[in-house]
């Protein structure tokens, strides 16, 4: 059993200080009052900090990254919003597949971190998915059904 306002707290953080450096702001959404959900602590705090490690090397000095998570239905769902350059629809159905990188910009990495998560959210009984537009930004969200 683990708070997500728990999760959510250290995420955050874990993140404050690198965010501050690059001139990204990080926002948090999430109440102390959200319902106990059954996972791995630290898995879900590895997706998170995979999700957000990449929406900061996207993300531009003065823009934000917003994270957080609800309750939807049956499901929480987890969230991570950055103001990057979007990820190109014709991508967008590969992004969880493994050493998947964007051909719109390369960037450091072995690209495992997203398929890493797809299989972690999977092992949870969980979905991934995304929503992104060009020049507007992506956001990535996952859920954890409550049980």
Known sequence: SVLPFEILDNTYEMFENIAMERN???????SPDLP???CDRERIIQVFSNL????LKFSASGKKIIFGGEVRG??????????GP???????AFVFERYWQTGTQKKAGAGLGLAICKGIVTAHAGRIWLESRAGVGTTFYFSIPMS
């Not at 957000?52 to 929406?55: D, E, H, V």
């Open 36 to 38: 106990v959900i059954q």
């Open 52 to 55: 957000i490690g990449n929406a």
């Open 86 to 92: 979007g990820i190109p629809i014709n991508e967008q």
């Open 24 to 30: 990204v702001a990080l926002d948090v959404k999430g």
């Open 74 to 83: 049956s499901e929480f769902v987890f969230y991570v919003t950055d103001q």
